[in-house]
């Protein structure tokens, strides 16, 4: 099975701040690698798939990149309404999701 | 409009089983890939399981692997999730997601509570 690894787990940053979450995974994935944010109480919303490009939606300011096991989501001048947890899923065999990483205001 | 609306969620003892229902509308289930996806109380999303379009080929995480089975009734638009020697690891929340194969999971339903507890 493949695991995927995501750092850090949890980070402070201000509004306007660059923020910027990795995601790794065991063995190559290609660039079969999607992202999500997750609210409390809430389900979680696609943001990237297919390792950078946008869902339907999505502000300009989050961005994706990589390929293999090494992908990065990068999220320019942060806003209020960004904090959250946000997750890597991979869907090259079945589906894996990383563990989270949880962006918390400084 | 898309929707996913989950039900089936409750209380049940260690050993018991429970069937989840995911009804959709504003697209046919029989002609989507659709996923269960759970979440332990504070902790991290879990991909469960996976049925897909067409031939309805179907896969399992390794935790639920001979205990859950994945379905789908075409005619009411709604997936299921047939869990049976439930253990407490199996508290969670429970989603389905549309799931557009490699290119990830959509829409979301609100989820429904799963409780394993004596």
């Known amino acids: 099975d493949i695991q995927m690894t995501q750092s850090p787990s949890s980070l402070s940053a201000s509004v306007g701040d660059r923020v910027t979450i990795t995601c790794r995974a065991s063995?190559?994935?290609?660039?079969?690698l999607n992202w999500y944010q997750q609210k409390p109480g809430k389900a979680p919303k696609l943001l990237i798939y297919?390792?950078?490009r946008l869902h339907t939606g999505v502000p300009s300011r989050f961005s994706g990149s990589g390929s293999g096991t090494d992908f990065t989501l990068t999220i320019n001048s942060l806003q209020p309404e960004d904090f959250a947890t946000y997750y890597c899923?991979?869907?090259?065999?079945?589906?894996?999701f990383g563990q989270g990483t949880k962006v918390e205001i400084k | 409009e898309v929707q996913l609306v989950e039900s089936g969620g409750g209380l049940v003892q260690p050993g018991g089983s429970l069937r989840l229902s995911c009804a959709a509308s504003?697209?046919?289930?029989?002609?989507?890939?659709m996923s269960w996806v759970r979440q332990a109380p504070g902790k991290g999303l879990e991909w469960v399981s996976l049925?897909?379009?067409?031939?309805?080929?179907?896969y399992y995480a390794d935790s639920v692997k001979g205990r859950f089975t994945i379905s789908r009734h075409n005619s009411k638009n709604t997936l299921f999730l047939q869990m049976d020697s439930l253990r407490p690891e199996d508290t969670a929340l429970y989603y389905c997601?549309?799931?557009?194969?490699?290119?990830?999971?959509?829409?979301w339903g609100q989820g429904t509570l799963v409780t394993v507890s004596s």
């Open positions: 063995q190559s994935i290609s660039s079969y």
């Open positions: 997601a549309k799931d557009r194969g490699l290119l990830g999971n959509d829409y």
């Open positions: 899923q991979q869907t090259y065999t079945t589906r894996t």
């Open positions: 504003g697209f046919t289930v029989s002609s989507a890939y």
């Open positions: 297919a390792a950078s």
């Open positions: 049925i897909y379009s067409g031939d309805g080929r179907t």
